[in-house]
């Protein structure tokens, strides 16, 4: 009942054009077998309702003319993505390349996206086509859009992270990623702005650009106690710890620039959560990498 609600609500040739019963019956058997198919799953019916209106001009009889063997065959909404991408890919280019970047974004501190999250995407496309871009995506319902904010189901995610990895856009899209959420965030005055801030930090240390995650660590800005603190400062005060941890760690062996100031915040976590002999040892190390500075200066 609930399909037949969804796809009734939609401009769909679900009721016969010349009111025969026997039609009817047929529009509703298809819905039937689709939704047995997909086991009644919300995103199907999504989808399967985009493609109808999209691609068959709401004729479900021709959509199911043309896809009933796949139904028929074994069916799960992964599969349904796909081919429904496939399709966006045979159709729209740009949309394509678009949605395939999308799934840079990880969608965990940061479950929503704004649309300029989107457009910061968008580099290699025409500023007048981002709107109809955009609007490509959702009329597919591959992109999901509440009040304004966006975000992929996790099986259109994982359609698009495999995508971008197979491609080339890779490491641009995870640096513009990063660059947007840096110029998102000018002063930490809350634990979402501390957060947002990071996000620049994952999609940096998934390009394996190591010295830029680390730079996003080092970055300073204001914060709400009117102190102008590098980030991971700024986060651990308030109350950040095992990220601050987990993100200094990750990079330190990586990096050559900024290692005495990272190791100086990463003991002063340590010692703060405790953790004694780890805080001797960082500061002890960034003794060390001073003196080491210091010695190349005076040569």
């Known amino acids: ?20 019963h026997t039609q009817a019956s047929h529009h509703g058997d298809i819905l039937s077998k689709m939704h047995q198919a997909y086991g009644g799953n919300a995103k199907a019916m999504e989808i399967l309702c985009a493609a109808t209106a999209g691609d068959f001009e709401g004729d479900l009889s021709a959509y199911w003319q043309e896809n009933s063997a796949d ?22 280019a740009a ?20 649309s300029e999250a989107i457009t910061a995407l968008m580099w290699d496309i025409d500023v007048s086509q981002h709107r109809q871009t955009l609007n490509s995506l959702r009329d597919r319902s591959l992109l ?11 099986v259109s995610r994982a359609e ?16 513009a990623a990063a660059h947007y959420w840096t110029g998102r965030i000018h002063t930490i005055v809350s634990v979402e702005d ?39 400062s700024s986060l651990y005060r ?9 993100a200094i760690t990750q990079v330190l062996p990586h990096i050559t620039r900024g290692r005495s100031e990272l190791n100086n915040i990463l003991g002063d976590v340590y010692w703060i959560t ?11 190390q960034t003794l060390t990498d001073t003196a080491e500075r210091l010695q190349q200066f005076s040569l």
């Open 1 to 20: 009942s609930a399909w037949q609600q969804f796809f009734t609500t939609h401009p769909l040739q679900l009721e016969p054009t010349n009111a025969e």
């Open 71 to 92: 139904l028929l065959g074994p069916a799960d909404v992964r599969n349904l993505v796909t081919s429904q991408v496939d399709r966006l890919q045979q159709l729209d």
């Open 95 to 114: 949309a394509y390349r678009v949605f395939c970047r999308l799934g840079c974004y990880r969608y965990q501190d940061q479950p929503r996206l704004p």
């Open 144 to 154: 999901e859009c509440h009040k304004g904010v966006y975000w992929l189901h996790p």
């Open 160 to 175: 698009a992270i495999a995508r971008l990895r197979q491609g080339k856009d890779w490491p641009q899209t995870n640096q």
């Open 194 to 232: 501390g957060l947002q801030a990071l996000e620049a930090f994952y999609h940096l240390l998934a390009a394996e650009d190591y010295e830029g995650a680390a730079g996003v660590l080092r970055q300073s800005r204001h914060n709400q106690w009117r102190q102008f603190l590098p980030l991971a």
């Open 238 to 246: 308030m109350g950040l710890l095992q990220p601050v941890i987990n």
């Open 274 to 284: 405790g953790e004694i002999h780890s805080a001797i040892a960082c500061q002890q």
